[in-house]
T-cell receptor, first 113, second 115 residues
Framework: AQTVTQSQPEMSVQEAETVTLSCTYD???????LFWYKQPPSRQMILVIR??????QNATENRFSVNFQKAAKSFSLKISDSQLGDTAMYFC??????????FGAGTRLTVKP | ETGVTQSPTHLIKTRGQQVTLRCSSQSGHNTVSWYQQALGQGPQFIFQ???????GRGNFPPRFSGLQFPNYSSELNVNALELDDSALYLC??????????????FGPGTRLTVL
């Protein structure tokens, strides 16, 4: 993707509830990949979930799922049954080509007990 | 933990100095990318190395340079430091040849402060 936009700088959710983080992107490529990364406070960034654009089925990883709307160029992350350990910065990302990974500005998610 | 380590954890330099940051990738990870993450922002791609050769570069000046070694370690060098270079520097490694589908494993980062 050429650009990745996250319009929610901060969000909060009660423990055990569901939250959706938004991401939009712009690309001229026909096939591409989209990622959500999690960066916990003072800890390493880890991959949460990955979506291949040519696959119509939305990716799911346990409590994490995406809503991929290719025509709208939207790629939102849904976290179900939120846990305190989900508190982190979440980045939407997509490679511009084989090496240039473009990240959004991030959404700071706080899970409240 | 991702198995990717970086050193040092924190570093303070003054404007005009030079700095070398180090990264140790997982064994078998032939590709390493470096990112600059300013406070409150997403990471920005600096460059990528594959099998010890630069394989792509972001919008960073030539005073940002790198090296990759056969033992899966790599370096980021920054010359003539500027105040705006203050940031968290992340390295990320991946297995195999560069590819958009390859998962990148990130290190914890080096926090550089330029005074």
């Amino acid at each position: 993707a050429q650009t990745v936009t996250q319009s929610q700088p901060e969000m909060s959710v009660q423990e055990a509830e569901t939250v959706t983080l938004s991401c939009t992107y712009d690309t001229s490529e026909s096939n591409y990949y989209l990622f959500w990364y999690k960066q916990p406070p003072s800890r390493q960034m880890i991959l949460v979930i990955r979506q291949e654009a040519y696959k119509q089925q939305n990716a799911t990883e346990n409590r994490f799922s995406v809503n991929f709307q290719k025509a709208a160029k939207s790629f939102s992350l849904k976290i179900s049954d939120s846990q305190l350990g989900d508190t982190a910065m979440y980045f939407c990302a997509s490679p511009r080509d084989n090496n240039d990974m473009r990240f959004g500005a991030g959404t700071r998610l706080t899970v409240k007990p | 933990e991702t198995g990717v380590t970086q050193s040092p954890t924190h570093l303070i330099k003054t404007r005009g100095q030079q700095v070398t940051l180090r990264c140790s990738s997982q064994s078998g990870h032939n590709t390493v990318s470096w990112y600059q993450q300013a406070l409150g922002q997403g990471p920005q791609f600096i460059f990528q190395y594959y099998r010890e050769e630069e394989n792509g570069r972001g919008n960073f000046p030539p005073r940002f340079s790198g090296l990759q070694f056969p033992n899966y370690s790599s370096e980021l060098n920054v010359n003539a430091l500027e105040l705006d270079d203050s940031a968290l520097y992340l390295c990320a490694s991946s297995r195999g040849s560069p590819g958009a589908y390859n998962e990148q494993f990130f290190g914890p980062g080096t926090r550089l402060t330029v005074l």
